[in-house]
């Protein structure tokens, strides 16, 4: 790598991105285009300081926040279902396959344990 582009996936970028990808919104092709028109870098260069920076790709941290917020609306009572539509899953099998994963057991599950 040379300097200049060491200098280009630092850190810096790689915040800049992991907020980027925290905002409700996060999509790669949003209203401001691919991620290299808003970075000035190329798109391996950005997952690669990406990683560095969050520990996590860009999909996988982008999963943990919808879960996160999936937590959140369980824990103030909403429906798996609805809870699933709001932190942006496509439907609760697919909230249900990554809250499984990360937390440890199904929505419905740490809604009733919760709940007592």
Request: aromatic content about 6%; glycine content about 12%; charged content about 20%.
């Given at each position: 790598m040379t300097a200049r582009s060491t200098s280009r996936t630092g850190t810096p970028f790689a915040r800049a991105a992991a907020a980027h990808a925290s905002n409700s919104g996060f999509t790669w092709g949003g209203p401001k285009g691919p991620p290299d028109t808003f970075t000035?870098?190329?798109?391996?260069?950005?997952?690669?300081?990406?990683?560095?920076?969050?520990?996590?790709?860009?999909?996988?941290?982008?999963?943990?926040?919808?879960?996160?917020?999936?937590?959140?609306?369980?824990?103030?009572?909403?429906?798996?279902?609805?809870?699933?539509a709001e932190a942006g899953f496509a439907d609760q099998a697919h909230l249900t396959r990554h809250f499984k994963r990360i937390v440890g057991v199904p929505p419905g599950a740490y809604q009733r344990a919760r709940a007592q």
């Open positions: 000035g870098i190329g798109p391996y260069a950005l997952l690669r300081a990406f990683r560095a920076e969050t520990g996590l790709p860009p999909h996988a941290y982008l999963n943990q926040i919808r879960v996160r917020r999936a937590r959140g609306l369980l824990d103030r009572g909403v429906a798996p279902a609805r809870a699933a």
